[in-house]
């Protein structure tokens, strides 16, 4: 089975932090993604790398950065936390290709106090 | 600008009854179609997917959807709804083309299924 594993389901952070979610696969994918979910809003692409060192934005990438020094790890950083930054975060991955489906990890609930 | 669109919020249905929930798309050419369901504190999970070919896919637990090309519909149906269907369902496209990484999701449909 593959397994993407995001290193904290609940992170609490103060307002102007600087804030780190780890995510890592284990079925060497070359695509590797974050997203935000947000009631009514559904799944909004932050950011996503299909290589490593590699990296695109996606739609709604203002406020963050992502690094992938490793294939198997991608990062997402928050620069200086904000709460309209509160939400949760799925990380992804999937094989190179078109008609490949994407696997997600469990979900980090960031809340920015 | 390319979309999906999931006009219900919520479904309710009786254990045992059919479930349909719908998802309509906008994109160029001819898309990827994807649904994901998402049960509580949990990340998305795969149910299926339509790429070419049958109209008719069938996926995970029992789910199939059904791609209408001239409706631009991709619904996702169960012949008998479970209690334990009850989750929040994603439907997604992926574009044909250029920027194949882009999945662009629904807003989500919560599915209740009462006993």
């Known amino acids: 089975d593959v397994k993407v594993t995001q290193s904290s389901r609940y992170l609490v952070k103060r307002t102007g932090e600087k804030v780190f979610l780890e995510c890592v696969q284990d079925m060497d994918h070359e695509n590797m993604f974050w997203y935000r979910q947000d009631p009514g809003l559904g799944l909004r692409l932050i950011y996503f790398s299909y290589d490593v060192k590699m990296k695109e934005k996606g739609d709604i990438p203002e406020g963050y950065s992502v690094s992938r020094e490793k294939k198997e790890r991608f990062s997402l950083i928050l620069e200086s936390a904000s709460t309209n930054q509160t939400s949760m975060y799925l990380c992804a991955s999937r094989e190179q290709g078109p008609n490949t489906e994407a696997f997600f990890g469990q979900g980090t609930r960031l809340t920015v106090v | 600008a390319q979309s999906v669109a999931q006009p219900e919020d919520q479904v309710n249905v009786a254990e045992g009854n059919p479930l349909t929930v719908k998802c309509t798309y906008s994109v160029s050419g001819n898309p990827y179609l994807f649904w994901y369901v998402q049960y509580p504190n949990r990340g998305l999970q795969f149910l299926l997917k339509?790429?070419?070919?049958?109209?008719l896919v069938k996926g995970s637990y029992g789910f199939e959807a059904e791609f209408n090309k001239s409706q631009t519909s991709f619904h996702l149906k169960k012949p008998s709804a479970l209690v334990s269907d009850s989750a929040l369902y994603f439907c997604a496209v992926r574009p044909f083309g250029g920027g194949y990484n882009k999945l662009i999701f629904g807003a989500g449909t919560r599915l209740a299924v009462h006993p």
């Open positions: 339509y790429i070419t070919g049958d109209n």
